[in-house]
């Protein structure tokens, strides 16, 4: 008999139809946000579950569910999942990095680009049916071209915000991290490793890319804001709750920073009602990975790592992307 796994939300059909080889599959076509408790009942006599970067997998699932042997979710970011617990219950899990990088990058510039030339602004404006004149300062931005970019948070999808900037853009790259880059890719980029203080000093716009953990906790907040520019741009494509949200809409309400552009908020999908009043903000649904090319590369990737992760498959013991394959050692 083969064995029984979970898809948690509502995913491309012939990758449900991939792991319908190898598994009896039960999917939420419905795209219900199931509550951990309907998780847990779903989860019942399932082996492996595919999951998204929203559904929490903790120490009591984990004891509601003791046949669950795979969590592999189609996100990069894993905050939602307890890896230590998931680890001492001997259940794999995997995430998948690599395949959204170059996407979530040009998401992180044109949501950068957005907020210093005041695209979505302008074009609430228009459609708005204000627009009955040409002015010479109307919607006047800062330049991105030839900028300082601060990218907090240089891991693989920092270095590739970086890219764009040094390499298509002539920016200045300035950067902090828990660790340095190597001497060949901070020359490739001229980057230049700053203290987070002097990054956010520093910086024309400001683009965080570092993951969620409970140090990165409001890592900005009223104080850190207060050290930026006052023409300068945040842009925040990593996770909510690293920025301080009503903290953000005060600076921005205040023009302490010139614009922002957010991606990811704390509590999403619900959005700090002062950022849906300010106009200085481009706001989007948590969409940076989603090109339909990369969607499906990260579904495939989860549907790979469930296979091998059970077991079965061309990889089968060798999840493609395990956080910790020590569990099918
Ligand atoms: C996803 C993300 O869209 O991969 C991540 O960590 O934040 C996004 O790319 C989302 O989490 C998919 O589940």
Redesign the pocket.
């Known amino acids: 008999m083969k064995p029984s796994v979970l898809v948690c939300r509502a995913v491309f059909p012939d990758i449900v139809d991939r792991l319908r080889e190898y598994f009896e599959v039960e999917t939420n076509e419905a795209d219900v946000v199931w509550s951990p408790a309907e998780l847990i009942q779903h989860l019942q006599g399932k082996a492996g579950v595919f ?4 559904q929490p997998i903790d120490t009591a699932l984990l004891e509601a569910c003791p046949q669950l042997k795979a969590v592999c ?6 905050n939602n999942v307890d890896l230590p617990a998931c680890t001492a219950h001997g259940v794999l899990v995997s ?2 990095p690599d395949v ?1 990088t170059e996407t ?1 990058a040009d998401f992180g510039f044109a949501l950068m680009m957005a907020a210093a030339r005041r695209i979505a602004e302008s074009e609430h404006f228009l459609r708005s049916g204000a627009w009955t004149k040409w002015s010479v300062d109307a919607f006047a931005g800062s330049d991105v071209h030839g900028a300082t970019l601060g990218v907090l948070g240089m891991g693989r999808i920092g270095r590739g915000v970086a890219r764009r900037g040094a390499l298509g853009f002539g920016m200045k790259v300035i950067y902090h991290n828990r660790s340095h880059l190597d001497a060949a890719t901070e020359a490739a980029l001229g980057a230049r490793y700053v203290s987070k203080e002097a990054l956010l000093r520093e910086a024309d716009h400001l683009v965080i890319v570092v993951p969620y953990s409970a140090a990165a906790h409001h890592l900005i907040g009223a104080a850190e804001l207060a050290l930026m520019k006052p023409t300068a741009t945040l842009t925040n494509i990593a ?1 909510g709750g690293i920025v301080d949200d009503a903290a953000l809409a005060q600076a921005l309400r205040d023009k302490r920073i010139a614009a922002a552009g957010l991606d ?1 908020f704390e509590g999403e999908p619900a959005v700090h009602p002062d950022l849906l009043t300010v106009p200085n903000v481009v706001l989007t649904p ?5 090109s339909l090319p990369t ?1 499906r590369a ?1 579904a495939n990737l989860a549907a790979d790592n469930l296979i091998a992760a059970l077991g079965l498959g061309p990889n089968k013991g060798k999840p493609p992307t395990a956080l910790n394959p020590e569990v099918l050692a």
């Open positions: 999951i998204t970067g929203t979710s189609m996100a990069v970011g894993y995430n998948a959204l979530t996770r990811v948590h969409i940076a990975s989603s969607r990260m």
